[in-house]
């Protein structure tokens, strides 16, 4: 998982800032790159340890989708269920929902 949060930050995150970077065809890269998370998140049927077990790579993933999203217009969470449930239990964990 850490190799592959690190892909999506060198290939996606980091070309944002680039002012050549085309933001559609960075979108494009982040729906494949994000593929593989769906498929993990599928196996862990909740958070990155699975279940409801809340890890500081939790907040890491949460935020690299949010960027990710925000990327390919909106498409992330729509074309990926698996991350748009694991968005919505980060979401809603006790005492962080009352500060998303």
């Known amino acids: 998982m850490t190799d592959v949060l ?4 060198k290939n996606v995150a980091l070309p944002m800032f680039n002012p050549t970077t085309v933001k559609s065809e960075l979108g494009l890269k982040v ?5 593989k998370i769906n498929t993990f998140l599928q196996k ?3 958070l990155v340890l699975g279940g409801l077990k809340v890890s500081y790579v939790d907040f890491i993933l949460y935020e690299l989708i949010q ?5 390919a217009d909106g498409k992330l969470k729509s074309t990926y ?3 748009a449930y694991y968005c919505n239990i980060v979401e809603n964990l ?4 009352e500060f998303i």
């Open 44 to 46: 862990t049927q909740g």
């Open 94 to 97: 006790p005492r962080l929902s």
């Open 6 to 9: 690190k892909d999506i930050l």
């Open 81 to 83: 269920p698996n991350i």
């Open 67 to 71: 960027l990710g999203d925000f990327i």
């Open 31 to 35: 729906l494949e790159f994000f593929k």
